[in-house]
């Protein structure tokens, strides 16, 4: 089975400017999180989405949003860059509409720099 | 914060000897689970203890966890080089109005020199 794949592994973007991040969860996974990982912050909690539906949010601004598809592929969006943006974007899917009560599985991250 | 504080940041290790990293949180939890990365990738879940579980084993790592303290202990044992990585402990916890949060402890990063 093929595990949770993240794109595009790296990319960078100049301040002001938006990315989109996409994640494909493992196949019949339904549930997909989010998580931002930077040396000064370390790993923090973005978003979670179940069968289309934003389950929980972490406590970062609204220029950081996301979406689920019916296949349960997820995007998330962060608009007007900055500096302090530039992370390691990670995600995780589950089988559970419950994903930290049990396992998830990561994916290897976007490495996202910007400049 | 409502990180967990793991102790200590940095472990370096002989091959064969045991390594001990702890985790310390803040809020009440449903569950700890410990994770690991190597070198900036994705995380590979270990183990997950529930908040009525005093201690669970899975191959070579032993978990501990002590509710009343709000932390908890892994155990690697006879560490091999390929453990090198960094370890995570992350708390899913029930936080006010705003749901389940789950939060990461800060890390520690275990070399074991061959």
Same mark, same amino acid.
């Given at each position: 089975k093929a595990g949770v794949t993240q794109t595009p592994r790296y990319l960078i973007k100049t301040r002001g400017q938006?990315?989109?991040? =996409?994640?494909?969860?493992? +196949?019949?996974? *339904? /549930?997909?999180?989010?998580?931002?990982?930077?040396?000064?912050?370390?790993?923090?909690?973005?978003?979670?989405?179940?069968?289309?539906?934003?389950?929980?949010?972490?406590?970062?601004?609204?220029?950081? =949003?996301?979406?689920?598809? +019916?296949?349960? *592929? /997820?995007?998330?969006?962060?608009?007007?860059?900055?500096?302090?943006?530039?992370?390691?974007?990670?995600?995780?899917?589950?089988?559970?509409?419950?994903?930290?009560?049990y396992e998830q599985y990561f994916g290897p991250g976007t490495r996202l720099t910007v400049t | 914060s409502q990180q967990g504080e793991e102790d200590p940041q940095a472990?370096?290790?002989?091959?064969?000897?045991?390594?001990?990293?702890?985790?310390?949180?803040?809020?009440?939890?449903?569950?700890?689970?410990?994770?690991?990365q190597n070198s900036g990738r994705g995380l590979v879940h270990l183990i997950l203890i529930r908040s009525n579980e005093r201690e669970k084993h899975s191959g070579r790592l032993r978990v501990t966890l002590d509710t009343s303290k709000k932390s908890s202990s892994l155990l690697i044992t006879a560490s091999r080089a390929a453990d090198t990585a960094s370890y995570f402990c992350a708390t899913d916890a029930e936080v006010g109005r705003t749901g389940n949060q789950f939060y990461f402890g800060t890390g520690t990063s275990l070399t074991v020199i061959p």
């Open positions: 938006q990315v989109t991040l =996409s994640c494909s969860p493992i +196949s019949g996974h *339904r /549930s997909v999180s989010w998580y931002q990982q930077t040396p000064g912050q370390g790993l923090q909690f973005l978003f979670e989405y179940f069968s289309e539906t934003q389950r929980n949010k972490g406590n970062f601004p609204g220029r950081f =949003s996301g979406r689920q598809f +019916s296949n349960s *592929r /997820s995007e998330m969006n962060v608009s007007t860059l900055e500096l302090g943006d530039s992370a390691l974007y990670l995600c995780a899917s589950s089988w559970t509409d419950r994903p930290r009560v | 472990l370096s290790i002989q091959e064969g000897e045991n390594a001990t990293m702890n985790c310390s949180y803040k809020t009440s939890i449903n569950n700890l689970q410990w994770y690991r």
